[in-house]
């Protein structure tokens, strides 16, 4: 019973890991961040009973308090509405591309787990393994490809997610102190990046990282006149 | 052998006649979900009635293709009923003339003679939402070949009869991924196939902008009510695949008990009903999708169903 409500979790972790590299808007892939996260921690609670390893149970607990429902909130609050609710215009790579993307990317996380489920003799690892590095490789992707920043932090922590994931079932007794300093980083990142994008949003009026790509020196006397132009330019685009 | 046939024929008549019945609930739910309060669940039922009673009129140009496709798309899903579990869980009499490949293929001549159909009126918009179909239809197709390649991989047979005892009855393999993401990747052919909401809105009354609905637009009388009465029917089958087959093979009847198998009948409908609500939600929360958007609506679902065959393999 236990591994078959882990496999439906894993099942749902990875067509979460999927819906973040199609470009909605940035509170789809919040949404979906959630249910993966929620994932996480199921997966996480149920290979502690399963494997009887008390420490996932506090790895679970974490998973569920930061990624589930401080970070979502914290990401909220740093930035402005607006910016959940705009629609992604024009990816990099189109939907259909990102899908193919998406499966050859799968494809190699099964290719290349398939030799180390053989070699770790774990129950769990069969299926967490895989998804995991799957959810690491799906998180990577939109790092590349999506132009708004929300949905890059979004695939920043969508990569821990699967590093957790695959971790809880491989190294299910690691010292909690880990876990704990790797839930806390996350939440700074978190906190910094959402304030990042934030201050990003205010001085150029965009958050679209394509139009971030040079860095420009702003010299005291001329700066509101260049913040101007600055904020005209990101909006022309 | 003769009660196998006779439950044989109590499944086709259960989809003949529960199948408009399914459509009027989905019509009423929807309609109630936006705060109106719809059409009687019976007035499918009563639609059909009235073209039946009514004249038909017959393009004079339209040749012998036009008369005999409403037949077609009549008798069809009749024939997949007969390959596939409706009530019970064991083989009936032609279970084994058709995997469940060949019911597709079946449901896709009923499709083939529609479109053949509405080319031949010479309505502008009867050729246009056929080739929309056609689109539609072949971007289906892939998620189609990789849902029966992974059921077949999986359970060793693509006999619907044999998947639902093999793969998808036993607890473990019911929660495993691979079955997760092939059941998500169904709905979406379902949606697709059956012409509900984020593919084509089956309630729209604008030609321009429909899909499914303009290649019976010619029709009228009692062609108008078999076109329709096999919609519903191929709709019926649809579901009935996916819920009995791939999803929840349980409350079928297991011994061949005339009670038992009449009891099944309630239950179907019973599963029906949940899975219609699932649908509303689907439906009512979803915008429809601009045409040339169904490809990455579709490439979703083939990606879905190629991991879920992925997750086997290695």
Redesign the interface.
């Known amino acids: 019973m236990v591994s078959s409500l882990n496999d439906l979790a894993g099942g749902v972790f990875l067509l979460t890991a999927f819906g973040l590299i199609v470009p909605w808007q940035a509170a789809q892939s919040l949404r979906l961040f959630v249910v993966q996260s929620m994932c996480l921690a199921a997966s996480a609670l149920l290979l502690a009973s399963g494997l009887g390893a008390p420490d996932l149970i506090a790895v679970g607990a974490l998973t569920l308090a930061t990624k589930s429902l401080l970070i979502p909130w914290l990401l909220r609050r740093t930035v402005s509405r607006e910016i959940y609710t705009r629609r992604e215009l024009s990816p990099v790579v189109n939907v259909p591309s990102s899908l193919l993307v998406a499966l050859a990317l799968v494809v190699l996380s099964y290719f290349v787990a398939g030799p180390l489920v053989a070699a770790v003799p774990r129950t769990f690892a069969r299926v967490n393994l895989p998804i995991g590095l799957a959810g690491l490789l799906l998180g990577a992707y939109p790092l590349l490809v999506r132009r708004e920043a929300i949905p890059q932090v979004i695939g920043i922590l969508a990569m821990e997610n699967g590093a957790f994931y695959a971790g809880v079932a491989i190294a299910p007794d690691l010292p909690l102190i880990a876990e704990l300093a790797a839930a806390f980083d996350v939440l700074v990142i978190a906190l910094v990046l959402g304030l990042l994008t934030r201050t990003i949003h205010e001085r150029v009026g965009t958050t679209d990282v394509a139009s971030l790509a040079t860095l420009r020196e702003i010299r005291v006397s001329g700066a509101i006149l260049r913040k101007e132009s600055g904020a005209r330019e990101g909006a022309a685009r | 052998m003769t009660s196998r046939v006779l439950t044989n024929l109590l499944q086709v008549a259960t989809v003949l006649l529960l199948s408009p019945l399914v459509r009027g609930i989905l019509d009423r739910l929807e309609e109630r979900v936006q705060s109106k309060r719809g059409p009687s669940v019976w007035q499918p039922y009563r639609d059909l009635w009235k073209l039946f009673h009514k004249d038909e009129v017959v393009s004079e140009h339209s040749s012998w293709i036009f008369r005999v496709a409403p037949y077609v798309i009549f008798v069809t899903p009749i024939f997949v009923a007969l390959l596939i579990p409706v009530l019970t869980a064991y083989p009936l009499a032609f279970a084994f003339m058709g995997d469940m490949l060949g019911g597709g293929f079946v449901l896709a001549l009923g499709g083939f003679f529609a479109t053949l159909a509405a080319v031949d009126t010479g309505n502008p918009y009867g050729p246009m939402g056929a080739s929309r179909t056609r689109m539609v239809g072949f971007l289906a197709e892939p998620v189609f070949m990789i849902v029966f390649f992974t059921v077949s991989f999986v359970a060793g047979s693509t006999i619907p009869y044999i998947v639902q005892q093999r793969w998808v009855r036993p607890?473990?393999t019911?929660?495993?991924?691979?079955?997760?993401?092939l059941m998500?990747a169904f709905i979406m052919l379902i949606l697709a196939e059956a012409g509900r909401i984020p593919v084509d809105n089956p309630s729209g009354h604008f030609e321009l902008a429909m899909i499914d609905e303009s290649k019976g637009l010619e029709y009228s009388g009692r062609a108008a009510a078999l076109v329709k009465w096999g919609g519903a029917m191929k709709f019926f089958v649809l579901l009935v695949i996916f819920l009995n087959v791939l999803v929840t093979p349980w409350g079928l009847a297991t011994t061949q008990a005339p009670a038992q198998v009449l009891l099944a009948v309630p239950l179907v409908l019973l599963k029906i009903l949940a899975f219609l609500l699932l649908l509303v939600v689907i439906e009512s929360s979803l915008a429809k999708l601009r045409l040339f958007r169904i490809?990455?609506f579709l490439?979703?679902a083939?990606?879905?169903a190629?991991?879920a065959m992925?997750?086997r393999?290695?």
């Open positions: 607890l473990p019911f929660f495993e991924p691979a079955h997760v993401l998500m490809t990455e490439g979703a083939f990606v879905t190629t991991v992925i997750t393999v290695f």
